[in-house]
């Protein structure tokens, strides 16, 4: 692990650039060197970009640009670190995720450009970025900032992570959804601005700052820590931060109960203690070289009489299994677009980094309907392993001009859990140790069981899952956390679904006790209804950890003078963390302006959600859903999908695809009107230390609707291997209740079902008219 407290910039090129080199923690005689962003070169030296300017132009594209990016140690550098410390030897970070981000200024965007891109996590850590251009201002701009100057306008950065110790100091990061909510509101011409369904990180990265909306506050271990180790950890912390919100702003936009999903944003504030294993950022960042005239005329520009397909395939993610060996040898890919039928098939190489990506071209098709560009086309690949028979992918549609194949789609998988900050000890009160229960989501005819590890102390070794076929899988995995005492006392963080990351799977198991936090939201319509006052009882109900918390808010809401949307009161209070397990139980109502009170009776919100929005002229209501006959001895996971439609949508059988994807892409469905206020609910076999409760659910309906309407989809994973069952319609009880049964039907593929039930809506006229503030 890296010393945070000991880093050293190294000048270079006569002083003009400077190497940030890190100590060992452990072994000062070990230093690493952090490198620097660069345009790539492809196999004999060329800049792997390319500038093409369309001669026939149409309305949505001018012409593209189209670039590899990596970082790497100039030699020049390292030659100038090892003269500098000649004692030393080199070791080799290990990246634990990576995220890069190019920045720009053009005429459509005077206050910035920002692409962000998937780095691969191996190698040279080569990423891509594709722009289409859609003016011919922008198009002479772009060409305008490389040709002809040593160094472009154009900024590449690199956020790379290491698992590191936080040595001398003690950082809190915070969000304030309710500022970043009023920053949307008050410029809500920039649509979407936390982040678009494919870049929630660029949008975040943008606005985090700028809105106020996050806070860093760092406690110093040391005496007078140098300038430089005070910026490290200011620029660590505010990425740290960010990522934290984007992961924030991705569940938003599935879990929305509005029409604006951040509305549903919850706040939080995580503190990150001295000497606690945290994921250090180190942020290199270099402006992209420029041309001379020649070279970009000869090298990088082209032109082209019509808009092309332009497409980036590149293999992602952690290739390399526990053995050292290559996932698969290499992965065929054929494109299927009508202006190209032959050539169409290429050839990836993991971990070979001019191997490992592609860029593929065909002339455009117009569609004879309207002459429109089409960009639609279908793609599949074959995986040929070592070990075993080759795998053929069916034809997958898309539209996309980026496709990362990641190890998902090659039929490995590898899940890492590292302890962080938990009070392991031989006193009574303090940790044993952490057991692991955990569950991939296996492919129809692989036996299913769940796999079993344990940490046992905060040395940063972790915990690895990996899976041991070679057949692609969904991105779903599972798992629980099970904390033993030396008491014997066991406490206990209930199942978690999750997906991952496109190029890492990384955990920071911690302490269960943290503060936790209940924001009480209320919402206006602008020009319209507001909730002016609400009385609600609250209970933090936990059952696995035998905890019960009660608080009660009698609340008058202030609108007076204020611009925003949405106002928050909170209530914080201290309580093991179980998302999954725990939940809120509420009782009361609320009064919007037109003095309509509506009634709030046993509203049931899982603790993963720790906002309650209410919305003038909606009700609520709790289904729980009950897991006590599902037949654990054929069984071996269940999972459950639920959501709503905006009233009077037809259901689309997109639904279904909600189970498999990255929860990044969630908003891509949302934004294509497919569902929203979608939760997911996974159920692993009970033991004795871990009994499985029953879960929770919140429905909203507009007032003047006559029934609850809500989708879901049950999945029953057998333990046999033999393909998963639907669970069939299920008759939600008059108690608001969904039984799940024993098993889901023998061959029938799971599905969305519509769930229809008609509640009271409890309505009174307020004594007195309100008047909105």
Known sequence: MINIQNAVKVPYNQGANFLTVYFDFEDENIMYAVPVPRIATDAVGNPAMSFTKYLTNDVASYGYLNMDVEVEIPTEARLAAEAQYPNKNWGQLQWVATECYLTFTIPSQPDGGILQGQPSLYGTNRANFYLNIRSLEDLNAIAGAFRGHPTSSFQLEYDMTTLTKLNGVTATVSFNAEVAIEFETIYKNEKDMWGNSQRVAAGVKKNLQVSKAGDVKIDWGIPNPSAEFQSRVNEWAWTTLEKAVSDAVATAQAAATSTDPIKSLDSFEQTYTENAVVEWNIISSSPLAGFTATDWDSKIYHEVDNRSLVLNFALKGELIKEDNGLVCKEVQVTVKYPTKTTGNTFSLIPMADNSS?????????????????????????????????????????????????????LGAKKVTFVASNIPFGDEPSQVKKVRIDFFFERPNGETNQTLVGELLNNDGAGQIFE?????????????????????????????????????SNLYMVQSLLKEQEFTLRASRVRDGDSVNFVFLEVAYNDVQNNEQLTHTFDWEVDWEGSSRSTRDVKWKFAALENPKGAYYAMNGDYESSTGE?????????????????????????????????????????????????????????????????????????????????????????PDQNVPNVDRYYVVMKALDQPNVEFYYNASYVQIDGTPQRDSGEIKVTNKSSIVLPANGLPNVEPTVHKSSIELETKLKKADKMVVDK
């Open 357 to 409: 990506l592609f860029t593929y071209t065909a002339p455009g098709y117009r569609l004879p309907s309207n002459g429109n560009f089409d960009p639609n086309y279908e793609y599949n690949y074959t995986v040929i392993y070592s070990d075993t028979d080759e795998y053929t992918s069916g034809w997958i549609p898309s539209d996309q001009t980026e496709i990362n194949i990641i190890p998902n789609a």
């Open 467 to 503: 899976s041991y076929y070679s057949v692609p899988l969904t991105n779903t995995y599972t798992f629980r956390f099970i904390y033993e005492l030396n008491d014997g006392t066991v406490k206990v963080m209930n199942t978690i679904s999750d997906f991952g990351n496109l190029n």
């Open 597 to 685: 009170i509506v009634d709030i009776t046993n509203v049931f919100q899982q603790a993963s959600k720790a906002t309650f929005l209410i919305q003038p002229g909606f009700a609520y209501y709790g289904i729980k859903i009950i897991p006590t006959n599902i037949d654990w001895g054929a069984v071996s996971e269940v999972n459950l999908m639920l959501s709503q439609r905006p009233a009077g949508q037809a259901l689309s059988d997109e639904c279904a695809k909600m189970m498999v994807i990255n929860s990044r892409q969630n908003a891509q469905l949302l934004s294509d009107g497919v569902n929203f206020n979608i939760e997911f609910v996974s159920f692993l076999k």
